[in-house]
């Protein structure tokens, strides 16, 4: 019986306060995070870090001192191997990005677990350089490190997976009717934003997540709804993606209309949605005079969301090697020269 190997990608985060500076470290020290000569960037990173450290430690107080990110993708983890075990000997793990369990520690246990074949499935639907792209180069090294040669299925992205879209569209379908005994609510797709320059060197990041939320408004079916995609954790003074998240907040005050607030591209709770969207952007609202604010919550676990997954695994068992989209070939239009797809 054949075994499958599938790994699930993630940013990672702290799992004590002590962890925070190296986390950040971790994270400003990728080259596709800041593309600058390695001995630059590792002195960014360390001053960076540093000087963020105290600033982030507030943030994950709030929540307990640290992150849940790797709790909620190990129950994620979890319910996918429950749908692939049904079809034969199937194994999920756990690699993050910036923190443990990254990526030279799980490629040592795909490599005992041994597998016929391997999927690499990152939880970030829409591609990016900054997020998939980053993760799946760390992934290639690590594992040749690790002396891995079962054949291998890199997933890049899913925007518009069916079951991604009915998860999201049912969250936020009961937001809407929750929000409108404020009035008539508007929804915002809000989306973590890059860098101005590297959406204009052809990443596609951007336009997928408009694709995401094209189809979640779609699927959602409620005629004239009001809607737009935002960004949000803004950090440094370079130009961001926008409209932002807080640009959104002001033009619904003054439009005197409720929020819902969907974050289009995170599939797991943590600091972003936990902190930024629950507390300092709900004050925001409530400052500003937004009539209500009702956040959806993020995929996790929902059976739509993982049975997508399942999907998308399967869709890249079929194609054997190389590179998948979810569906197949190349979703993102020619001009975003950064598409991994060719």
């Known amino acids: 019986m054949s075994k499958l190997a599938v790994v699930l990608f993630n940013l990672g985060g702290p799992d004590r306060p002590q962890s925070v500076k190296p986390f950040l470290f971790n994270l400003f020290n990728d080259p596709a995070i800041i593309g600058a000569p390695r001995p630059i960037r590792w002195l960014l990173a360390r001053w960076i870090s540093s000087r963020r450290a105290p600033v982030a430690r507030a943030i994950y107080a709030h929540i307990g001192g640290k992150s849940p990110l790797l709790e909620i993708t190990g129950e994620q983890a979890a319910a996918l191997e429950r749908l692939l075990g049904t079809a034969g000997e199937a194994k999920v793990f756990v690699a993050m990005r910036y923190w443990h369990p990254m990526s030279d520690e799980v490629a040592a246990a795909v490599r005992a677990f041994d597998p016929d074949e391997i999927v690499l499935l990152p939880l970030y639907p829409q591609y990016s350089t900054t997020t998939g792209g980053s993760s799946l180069d760390d992934w290639r090294r690590a594992a040749a490190a690790a002396g891995i040669g079962a054949p291998t299925v890199a997933v890049c992205c899913y925007p518009e997976q069916p079951g991604l879209i009915?998860?999201?569209?049912?969250?936020?379908?009961?937001?809407?009717?929750?929000?409108?005994?404020?009035?008539?609510?508007?929804?915002?797709?809000?989306?973590?934003?890059?860098?101005?320059?590297?959406?204009?060197?052809?990443?596609?990041?951007?336009?997928?997540?408009?694709?995401?939320?094209?189809?979640?408004?779609?699927?959602?079916?409620?005629?004239?709804?009001?809607?737009?995609v935002c960004y949000q954790s803004k950090v440094g003074p370079l130009a961001w993606t926008g409209p932002a998240l807080d640009e959104e907040l002001a033009r619904a005050a003054r439009d005197r209309v409720p929020v819902v607030v969907n974050p289009v591209a995170f599939v797991s709770e943590h600091s972003e949605t936990l902190v930024e969207l629950d507390i300092e952007y709900r004050a925001m609202a409530e400052k500003l005079g937004v009539p209500a604010y009702v956040r959806v919550p993020a995929v996790g676990t929902a059976d739509a969301f993982v049975g997508g997954l399942a999907a998308v695994v399967e869709a890249a068992r079929e194609q054997k090697t190389g590179l998948c989209s979810g569906t197949g070939g190349r979703l993102c239009p020619a001009e975003f020269g950064r598409c991994p797809n060719g």
Do not use: C, E, M
């Not at 060197?201 to 079916?221: E, H, K, S």
């Open 166 to 228: 009915a998860a999201q569209a049912a969250l936020v379908r009961a937001a809407v009717d929750r929000a409108a005994s404020s009035g008539t609510p508007r929804v915002l797709f809000s989306a973590h934003g890059l860098p101005q320059r590297i959406v204009a060197r052809g990443d596609p990041y951007v336009w997928q997540v408009n694709q995401t939320a094209q189809a979640v408004v779609a699927a959602i079916d409620k005629p004239g709804l009001d809607w737009a």
